[in-house]
């Protein structure tokens, strides 16, 4: 179970609240690959799904420091944990195919 001060950050996208995790991640990286900002509802609820199946499944730890990497980025997640950006760069790679495998990061 998601504790509820990180469940506000996954919150319900179809009820506007831009700042959950899955707004943020969705709309940095279509603006990182493609310049656009807009997602579909229906990606917007496939992205939200996605990140709803495979946060609860985290440790809390790396539940958190994605939570830092969204909010502050990599180099200010580095800074709060006093960790290189290269620690905070692998601990994502070792995440990323959780959420791969969840259809994130597929097309």
């Known amino acids: 179970m998601i504790p509820h001060d990180e469940r506000a950050l ?3 996208l179809g ?5 959950t995790l899955a707004a943020l991640l969705a709309e940095r990286d279509l ?3 493609t310049g656009s900002s807009a997602l579909s509802e229906a ?10 199946h495979v946060m609860p499944r985290l440790e809390p730890d790396d539940r958190a420091l994605l ?7 990599v180099a200010g997640a580095a800074r709060d944990r ?3 950006r290269r620690q905070i760069n692998n601990a994502l790679a070792r ?3 959780l959420f791969e495998d969840a ?5």
Do not use: M, N, T
Request: charged fraction near 40%.
């Open 103 to 107: 259809g994130l990061g597929h097309g």
């Open 43 to 52: 990606e917007r609820f496939e992205l939200r799904e996605a990140i709803e």
């Open 15 to 19: 009820e506007g609240e831009s700042a």
């Open 95 to 97: 995440l990323r195919p």
């Open 10 to 12: 996954i919150g319900d």
């Open 67 to 73: 939570i830092q990497v969204v909010k502050r980025g």
């Open 82 to 84: 006093g960790v290189s």
């Open 31 to 33: 603006r990182r690959r």
